[in-house]
């Protein structure tokens, strides 16, 4: 249980083009869900914090305006990056997370998406 | 703010030999403390983790101590196998958000 996918794994786009990432918990429904941003060697960074039904809320520094957080559904949460750049070429990971009676919270990741700008 | 800071690999290491990764965190307030473990292909799982001063957290052969006097939760275990492979992630936790070290990638050989 608690499975998390992000689709798609990995894609390629041209610079000024929007890609949309979707994540998915496939078998929990997920109050929250996070998105982060990792760079080679470096540790995942938080981009923001997707209630459901509710705006997402986005850590300093992230352009909120460029990184799209819908969480429409308590399975479904989509980021689009839009305009993308080559900066914006990351590894994007998304996790969920499901406050259950009696169990303390806990994070569940998806395998993260490749997104490479030309 | 709040940080993690664990050793940098690669480590690698022979099957059956001892590891250590070192991790340790500067925190306001009092977090919960985390291993998280990615392998090849695939999303973070926890690993084990730790709520409060002197807990150990423990899960398949790992575990790691929660330190409040050094501010270290280093992970250990006795005999790594080949399917250890992977890359660990030490991180805590003050309210719901976590933040992550940056990673250790372990290649255990036969």
């Known amino acids: 249980g608690a499975v998390v996918s992000q689709h798609p794994s990995w894609v390629i786009c041209k610079s000024g083009t929007s890609v949309k990432i979707e994540c998915r918990s496939l078998?929990?429904?997920?109050?929250?869900m996070f998105w982060y941003r990792q760079f080679p060697k470096q540790s995942l960074m938080l981009m923001a914090t997707?209630?459901?039904?509710?705006?997402?809320?986005?850590e300093q520094g992230v352009e909120k305006d460029k990184f799209l957080i819908n969480h429409a559904s308590l399975t479904l949460s989509t980021l689009t990056v839009t305009s993308a750049h080559p900066e914006d070429s990351s590894f994007y990971i998304c996790?969920?997370?499901?406050?259950?009676?009696?169990?303390?919270?806990?994070?569940?990741f998806g395998p993260g998406t490749r997104l490479t700008v030309l | 703010g709040d940080s993690v800071t664990q050793m940098e690999g690669p480590v690698t290491l022979s099957e059956e030999a001892f590891l250590t990764i070192n991790c340790t965190y500067t925190?306001?307030?009092?977090?919960?403390l985390f291993w998280y473990v990615q392998y090849p292909g695939e999303g973070l799982q926890l690993l084990l983790k730790?709520?409060?001063?002197?807990d150990k957290g423990s899960n398949k052969g790992f575990e790691a101590t929660y330190r409040k006097e050094t501010t270290s939760f280093h992970l250990e275990k006795g005999s790594v196998q080949v399917s250890d492979s992977a890359v660990y992630f030490c991180?805590?936790?003050?309210?719901?958000?976590?933040?992550f070290g940056k990673g250790t990638k372990l290649t255990v050989n036969p």
């Open positions: 991180a805590l936790s003050v309210s719901e958000k976590l933040v």
């Open positions: 997707s209630n459901e039904g509710s705006k997402a809320t986005y």
């Open positions: 078998d929990f429904q997920a109050t929250t």
């Open positions: 730790a709520t409060k001063a002197d």
């Open positions: 925190a306001t307030g009092y977090p919960s």
């Open positions: 996790s969920a997370r499901v406050y259950t009676s009696g169990i303390r919270n806990e994070q569940f």
